[in-house]
């Protein structure tokens, strides 16, 4: 499949990526120590070379079903419609109930065919560890693929979308030949062994944010424990989940281990939650969507779900903080991916001896987070994935601001001319716990502060929310950073730092935000089951 002309070549960096900073969900440029803005690594790229490559780019839009890429059973297709500018990238087949199933009986049938799932740990070890240096060999093209379906900067798709879901499904790969399976006590003449055994199909859903990451973290456990997977990407980016397709496939999973349903999530999501062959749905996205996965369970067969959902992510900052550093994280931590993060830091509860010295410290570093075309490198934040979620994020702005909100930056439509969907960063004060902009889930560059005079007031304004997915306290008083974590009801809370994570930390939220955890080895739990297997002898 011809991608670039013949002069192309593999992207190369002057320096490598530090991994050690850019693991996470959502990870922006942050040095570990000072918490900083990194330099971005330069490519020697421009964006009209960006654009010239982008202009050679053939991207596939078939449905992968049963090891082949074919089109939908009734031949329908949707515009991939990119957020930079408003132009469709290509036609992607439009998947319903009759493909899902298709995709479901290509599943059941290789998992049944056991070729997979029985494989030895070698074997597989071997076959995730070529997908990881597949997915690294092919940035170009995933990273151009990422950004032109969500508008994400060029130089975040290539320095840390498409190596953290490589080193993802590395990680993964790493366990197949050291998980062990167990001896219960028993008598002397009784064995009872504990297997681990894969679930058999999965239905992986997955969102428009971070297309790429999200598939790596539920595509390489359940592919380690054994289980075949259906994998439905949101319909605004399916362009990078079908690649991944073709590449598991070069990498050697068998035909129906991996399979790829482009569509609606009216269509093909809700069927694939509602197929009664399917043994678990492994869903991330909106809270509201994700009750529905919950209700579709009940419904059909009772399948297992584990749901990662919406978040309202509070900063703590004390009076003794450090401002700039406190600052710093709190910027990129709302306005990296152009706030369109689950777990982004978007309220910021704050002692009110501090609050001036931190806004005007936000609005320093904002400056240096600049808005602007995804495909020029120094852009450091882009569009926002549509018309109508960025009619939203305005919306929520024009309500802040009809509550009583008071806009210190941004607030406003930003590079109309492009034709794409751009807000810029935009920071409200005077914000009260009972505004819709501090309780409801904006998914967008909109932080909200508040503030407080003691500390229970802090951690009873950061609990405030139906959410519980991250938060973080910025203090130099260890004894109360501590206090302070214990308290708030979160999947993950930082301490002087904010989005700093790695593939072997799990990462899932309390109330809300659902359950389940992906990452690390305690999402291997949830596409694996127990059986014990009793014997007597003499």
Same mark, same amino acid.
Not at 88 to 115: I, M, N, P, S
Not at 287 to 303: C, F, H, Q
């Given at each position: 499949m011809p991608?670039?002309?013949a002069?192309s070549?593999?992207?190369?960096l002057?320096?490598?990526p530090d991994?050690e900073?850019?693991t996470?969900?959502? !990870?922006r440029p942050?040095?570990?120590?000072s918490?900083?803005?990194m330099?971005?690594p330069?490519t ?7 654009e010239q490559?982008a202009?050679t780019?053939?991207?596939?839009g ?5 090891? +082949?890429l074919?089109?939908?059973? %009734?031949?329908r297709?949707f =515009?991939d419609?990119?957020?930079i500018?408003?132009r469709?990238v290509?036609?992607v087949a439009? !998947?319903?109930a009759?493909?899902v199933?298709a ?12 070729l997979?799932?029985r ?6 070890? =071997?076959?995730?560890q070529?997908f990881?240096? &597949?997915?690294? @060999?092919d940035t170009?093209r995933?990273a151009?693929l990422?950004?032109l379906d ?16 490589a080193?993802c499904? %590395?990680?993964y ?5 050291k998980l062990?399976?167990?001896? *219960?006590?028993?008598s002397?003449?009784?064995?009872a &062994?504990?297997?681990?055994e894969?679930l ?8 428009w $944010? ?7 973290? +539920? &595509? ?7 289980n075949?997977?259906v994998? +439905?990407? *949101?319909?605004?980016?399916p ?5 991944l397709g073709e &590449?598991?496939s070069?990498a050697?999973l068998?035909?129906?281990?991996? $399979?790829?349903v482009?569509g609606?999530?009216e269509e093909?999501g ?13 869903f991330?996205?909106s ?5 529905? /996965?919950?209700?579709?369970a009940?419904?059909? $067969?009772? +399948?297992?779900? %584990?749901?990662? !959902?919406g978040?309202?992510s509070?900063?703590v900052?004390?009076k003794?903080a ?5 600052a710093?994280g709190i ?5 990296? @991916?152009q706030?369109?993060? !689950? ?5 910021v509860i704050v ?6 010295a931190?806004l005007?410290?936000?609005?320093r570093?904002?400056? #240096? ?6 495909l020029?490198p120094?852009?450091? /934040?882009?569009?926002?994935?549509d $018309?109508g979620?960025?009619t939203?994020?305005l ?6 601001v ?12 930003a590079?109309e001319?492009l034709g794409?969907?751009?807000v810029?960063? #935009?920071v ?10 501090a309780r409801?889930?904006i998914?967008?560059p909109?932080l909200?502060v508040m503030t407080?005079?003691?500390?229970p ?9 139906i959410?519980g997915l991250?938060? *973080?306290v910025w203090?130099n008083d260890m004894n %109360?950073?501590?206090?302070i974590?214990a ?5 993950t ?6 989005d700093r994570?790695s593939? *072997?930390?799990?990462f899932?939220?309390?109330k809300?935000s659902g359950?389940?955890?992906?990452r690390s080895h ?12 009793w014997?007597?002898?003499?």
């Amino acid at each position: 499949m011809p991608f670039f002309d013949a002069g192309s070549q593999f992207l190369g960096l002057d320096e490598p990526p530090d991994y050690e900073s850019l693991t996470g969900a959502a !990870c922006r440029p942050i040095s570990p120590r000072s918490a900083t803005p990194m330099p971005t690594p330069s490519t020697g790229r421009s964006r009209k070379d960006w654009e010239q490559l982008a202009a050679t780019l053939r991207p596939e839009g078939r449905a992968f079903i049963g090891g +082949k890429l074919v089109g939908s059973v %009734a031949g329908r297709t949707f =515009g991939d419609i990119s957020p930079i500018d408003g132009r469709v990238v290509t036609e992607v087949a439009r !998947c319903d109930a009759a493909d899902v199933d298709a995709a479901v009986k290509a599943a059941r049938a290789a998992f049944d065919d056991g070729l997979w799932r029985r494989t030895d740990p070698k074997t597989r070890k =071997g076959v995730l560890q070529r997908f990881a240096e &597949l997915v690294r @060999n092919d940035t170009d093209r995933l990273a151009l693929l990422e950004t032109l379906d969500v508008g994400k900067p060029i130089m975040d798709s290539v320095n840390v979308d498409v190596p953290l879901a490589a080193d993802c499904i %590395a990680y993964y790969a790493e366990y197949a030949d050291k998980l062990y399976d167990e001896v *219960a006590p028993t008598s002397p003449h009784e064995l009872a &062994l504990i297997r681990r055994e894969p679930l058999g199909v999965i239905a992986a859903i997955v969102p428009w $944010n971070y297309p790429l990451i999200i598939s790596g973290w +539920k &595509l390489a456990p359940a592919l380690l424990a054994g289980n075949s997977v259906v994998l +439905k990407p *949101a319909e605004q980016s399916p362009l990078s989940a079908i690649r991944l397709g073709e &590449l598991g496939s070069e990498a050697g999973l068998p035909p129906g281990v991996l $399979n790829i349903v482009p569509g609606f999530g009216e269509e093909a999501g809700k069927a694939l939650a509602l197929h009664g062959d399917v043994d678990m749905v492994s869903f991330t996205g909106s809270t509201e969507v994700g009750k529905l /996965m919950l209700r579709y369970a009940g419904e059909s $067969n009772l +399948k297992r779900v %584990a749901v990662e !959902c919406g978040g309202k992510s509070p900063h703590v900052v004390l009076k003794d903080a450090d401002i700039e550093s406190a600052a710093a994280g709190i910027a990129w931590g709302i306005f990296y @991916n152009q706030g369109e993060t !689950c777990h982004a830091g978007s309220r910021v509860i704050v002692h009110a001896s501090v609050k001036d010295a931190l806004l005007e410290a936000i609005t320093r570093v904002t400056a #240096t987070i600049t808005l602007g075309h995804p495909l020029d490198p120094a852009t450091r /934040m882009g569009a926002l994935i549509d $018309n109508g979620h960025m009619t939203r994020v305005l919306g929520y702005i024009d309500s802040g601001v009809s509550q009583g909100a008071r806009i210190v930056l941004g607030g406003r439509r930003a590079y109309e001319e492009l034709g794409g969907y751009y807000v810029e960063a #935009t920071v409200l004060d005077g914000v009260r716990a009972d505004m819709h902009v501090a309780r409801e889930e904006i998914f967008g560059p909109v932080l909200t502060v508040m503030t407080f005079l003691e500390e229970p007031e802090a951690v009873r304004l950061a609990n405030d929310s139906i959410f519980g997915l991250a938060g *973080a306290v910025w203090t130099n008083d260890m004894n %109360a950073a501590h206090r302070i974590s214990a308290s708030l009801r979160a999947g993950t809370v930082w301490i002087n730092t904010f989005d700093r994570s790695s593939p *072997a930390t799990p990462f899932g939220g309390f109330k809300q935000s659902g359950f389940g955890r992906d990452r690390s080895h305690h999402a291997i739990d949830k596409y694996s089951d127990l059986k014990t297997i009793w014997t007597a002898y003499r």
